[in-house]
């Protein structure tokens, strides 16, 4: 007769505090503009994962935030980029500039850093003239 195997997983594997998740704060975030501008724009985050291009042991993860006008056919503005492994921190966030200027880079370790960091992102003048824009070309 054969033995029955035991449970091996910790009885605290399926509890986790997902809540400060790099990805769930950008999508909080992203809800949170659609309601502060009821709609006329919105947040979005879309999520990439590769891990080939970084390493076979390594899980890379891409985080895009958008800004979105659905009133100018779902007009899309990449302001930033959020990137990390497996590990989650450290994270790098891209902010997107024009073109000719490249990309800057932030590094955050922690979800208090992440935060800081996204607030200073949102509450920057480039941010709001972004915004401001796209509103009123969609109340146009």
Known sequence: MSEKI?????DDIAVADSSKFPV??????????GE???NIVQ??????????SVSPKE???????????????NYRFGLFNLEHSDDVYPST??????????????IVESDEELIEALRKI?????????????????QA
């Open 6 to 10: 035991p449970d091996l997983w910790p």
């Open 59 to 73: 899980t890379y993860f891409r985080h895009e935030f958008n800004i979105v006008a659905p009133a100018l056919g």
């Open 43 to 52: 947040g979005e985050v879309r999520s990439i994962f590769d891990n080939i």
């Open 122 to 138: 949102f509450a920057s003048e480039k941010t709001k003239r972004i915004i401001h824009a796209l509103i009123a070309q969609s």
């Open 24 to 33: 769930i704060i950008l999508r909080q975030q992203a809800t949170l503009l």
């Open 93 to 106: 966030i891209y902010i997107s500039k024009e073109r000719e200027e490249g990309e800057k880079a932030i």
């Open 36 to 38: 502060k501008t009821q």
